[in-house]
């Protein structure tokens, strides 16, 4: 599964996570200050949605293009090209003021998201060992979602001090870090590949996501349930705003809860994934998870004060960094290695392709009912959606233990390392609820997934 075959590089993990921690923060604190601004000038929910659809569309749209270029050219160089490009378009953004100028750098930050996430996804695997894989995932998670924790809380403060173009030059500078972290790691993938490679390459099937039903079944799963409950990521700045009357401080700092939570779940199901050897056992314990973030959103809607949110949304992050965990160890236990970045390239289109449904979906329902009902029928349509996936997923289970004893699945290595993937949070995912998977871009909302 080309794990490294020598001891673990941990500065670069450590340099990886410093500069996914950095550009997280920045992200955040921009897609909340874009955010408040749209609800603080009268806004209503299309305007929202349709600025999370901006933020979403490329990585959909060019998620075939991008994965291939992960795999195929120098990661050195396509993370410093994007983090330079990227820093240069925010810089812009900070002062632009028209609507379509806002919405069309909004796609283009997008843009550059779609070649990093999978850069970065497929590249820390290669850092380390198989059996340290969880922790440096969990590691990368953590720096990444402690970004994502300090942003909004950040947002909220400098908004109401200084309106947007401050949170936004805060971000371009972010981008900075990546560039930095880039060109002082030594680890690398794509690019030039030696002769061995290439002999190993050729030996090995293509890999395609239909022949594994085990990740065609995590796949839709998870895109399923954010489909179901992705209008929450438009939902919640009008349900905690206005609903329960809360000022742009407390809704930076409450939403921040869940991604705490996902800190949490990430170190502690890191240690439960490295005894799961079975990977039906991941795919079971992921859909629980599935069913534990629908769950808190629906315990949401009953709260009649935004600071009752907290424990409800630190533990439906926690479920979330779990099944973050889970999905990304079934990513890289079951693809080779110079296939990772159009797998996690897949997975993202999947999962935020399901998210623009229901950023409008959200959009459209704000304009005809309150956040409260809609809050709450999105957790019942989650839990609904993972009840309908129990059968689908234990029928995969079920033919993936038989496979087992029969042979190696088509196109997957007969012998599998325990492993983890790059848990890196915000990516490579979308949010079935607030703080949970990536922002999609520096304007996405709180958003997996892993």
Not at 99 to 109: E, M, R, T, Y
Not at 161 to 187: E, H, K, N
Request: proline share 5%; with cysteine.
């Amino acid at each position: 599964m080309s794990f490294t075959t020598g001891s673990s590089r941990w500065p670069d993990v450590w340099l990886a996570a410093t500069a996914r921690g950095v550009s997280s923060c920045g992200d955040f604190l921009a897609a909340t200050a874009l955010t408040l601004a749209l609800q603080s000038a009268g806004a209503g929910g299309l305007a929202v949605s349709g600025l999370l659809l901006a933020a979403t569309l490329p990585l959909v749209a060019l998620a075939p293009l991008t994965g291939r270029l992960a795999d195929r050219v120098d990661s050195r160089v396509l993370l410093v090209t994007a983090g330079l490009v990227q820093a240069a378009i925010c810089a812009a953004l900070a002062y632009a003021t028209a609507p379509v100028l806002v919405l069309a750098l909004v796609a283009l930050l997008a843009t550059g998201l779609a070649i990093t996430q999978p850069v970065l996804a497929a590249l820390v695997p290669v850092m380390v060992r198989a059996e340290d894989l969880p922790r440096a995932g969990a590691l990368n998670q953590t720096a990444g979602t402690l970004g994502a924790l300090a942003g909004p809380a950040l947002a909220g403060l400098l908004v109401g001090q200084f309106g947007t173009r401050v949170p936004l030059l805060v971000d371009a500078v972010s981008y900075l870090a990546l560039v930095v972290a880039a060109l002082l790691i030594r680890t690398r993938r794509g690019g030039r590949r030696t002769a061995a490679a290439e002999v190993a390459a050729a030996a090995t099937p293509a890999w395609r996501l239909r022949r594994d039903p085990m990740l065609l079944v995590m796949v839709g799963s998870v895109a399923a349930v954010v489909g179901a409950v992705g209008a929450i990521n438009v939902i919640e700045v009008f349900f905690i705003r206005e609903t329960l009357g809360s000022t742009t401080t407390v809704y930076g700092l409450v939403t921040g809860a869940w991604t705490l939570g996902i800190v949490v779940g990430a170190w502690l199901f890191a240690g439960v994934a490295r005894r799961l050897a079975d990977d039906g056992a991941l795919l079971g314990a992921g859909l629980v998870l599935l069913g534990g973030c629908c769950l808190a959103v629906l315990g949401s809607a009953a709260v009649p004060s935004a600071w009752l949110l907290v424990p409800i949304w630190l533990l439906g992050g926690t479920a979330n960094g779990g099944d973050n965990v889970f999905n990304n160890l079934l990513l890289a236990r079951r693809v080779p290695e110079a296939a990772r970045g159009r797998a996690f390239a897949v997975f993202g289109a999947a999962v935020q392709g399901a998210a623009m449904g229901g950023y409008l979906v959200g959009g459209l329902l704000l304009e005809v009912a309150d956040p409260r009902p809609l809050v709450a029928g999105c957790g019942v349509v989650g839990l609904l959606v993972v009840a309908a996936l129990a059968w689908p997923v234990r029928r995969a289970v079920r033919a993936e233990r038989t496979a087992v004893r029969n042979g190696p699945l088509p196109g997957l290595p007969a012998a599998r390392d325990g492993g983890g993937g790059d848990t890196v949070g915000s990516w490579p995912t979308a949010s079935p609820a607030p703080g949970w998977g990536t922002s999609s871009s520096s304007t996405a909302s709180r958003s997996t997934g892993g």
